[in-house]
């Protein structure tokens, strides 16, 4: 059964630094999504993504965030500048549609910000 | 504002008996989607099932089911014949009309054989 990948699936990096989190959805699907989950706490919404630009974002998707898809395949999230509260897992997933379809997730990336 | 309340944060059932985890949501939107993913240990999420806000019937899937009632705002997933391997983190999410997902808080269930 096809799935979404995430790599890396732990990543820890310097406070200040830049993290580029992949995932690559499933290949039919049209509508990406990012989320986070701070250890504890329940899953945040952070960003849509469809017909290659940005559908919808959260007040946590600030300019510290970018999203692109580069070659059709990949879907990347990159965190600028990071700092030690963006710790989480975050969490890629697709949907072939947007409302009535369920969202298949990645397995998820552990950010550690040291 | 759209918002999704789990009341239960842990539960402990007895093995094969059935489970209902409660949900309830609030939202404006006539359209929606109601969906339970489970997340285990390892820390993926994994979808359940799922219903749709002008489903007319309870959306069922194996093991799982989901009682829909709109007018309550509830969508209470249960579990028939509870085994040993469903102990996990249960979460409940609304997909709004901006097509995201808004979470629960979860519900850990512990199965006790």
């Known amino acids: 059964e096809p799935e979404v990948t995430q790599t890396p699936s732990h990543q820890v990096t310097q406070m200040g630094q830049e993290v580029i989190l992949r995932c690559v959805p499933i290949s039919n699907h049209l509508y990406f999504y990012w989320y986070r989950q701070i250890l504890g706490q329940k899953v945040e919404f952070l960003v849509s993504f469809y017909n290659n630009e940005i559908s919808e974002k959260s007040e946590i998707f600030d300019d510290q965030f970018s999203v692109e898809r580069p070659d059709g395949s990949n879907f990347t999230l990159k965190i600028r500048s990071t700092k030690l509260e963006d710790s989480a897992m975050y969490f890629c997933?697709?949907?072939?549609?947007?409302?009535?379809?369920?969202?298949?997730f990645g397995d998820g990336t552990r950010l550690s910000i040291l | 504002a759209q918002k999704i309340t789990q009341t239960q944060p842990g539960m402990f059932v007895q093995e094969k008996e059935a489970v209902t985890l409660d949900c309830t949501y609030d939202t404006s939107d006539q359209s929606y989607g109601l969906f339970w993913y489970k997340q285990p240990s390892s820390g993926e999420m994994i979808f359940l099932i799922y219903?749709?806000?002008?489903d007319q019937q309870n959306a069922t899937e194996g093991r799982y089911s989901l009682n829909f009632q709109k007018a309550r705002k509830s969508a209470n997933l249960v579990i028939s014949a509870s085994q040993l391997g469903d102990s996990t983190l249960y979460f409940c999410?609304?997909?709004?009309?901006?097509?995201?997902?808004?979470w629960g808080a979860g519900t850990k269930l512990i199965i006790k054989p």
């Open positions: 219903q749709g806000s002008y």
């Open positions: 997933a697709s949907s072939h549609r947007g409302l009535g379809q369920p969202q298949h």
């Open positions: 999410a609304m997909l709004d009309s901006n097509y995201q997902l808004i």
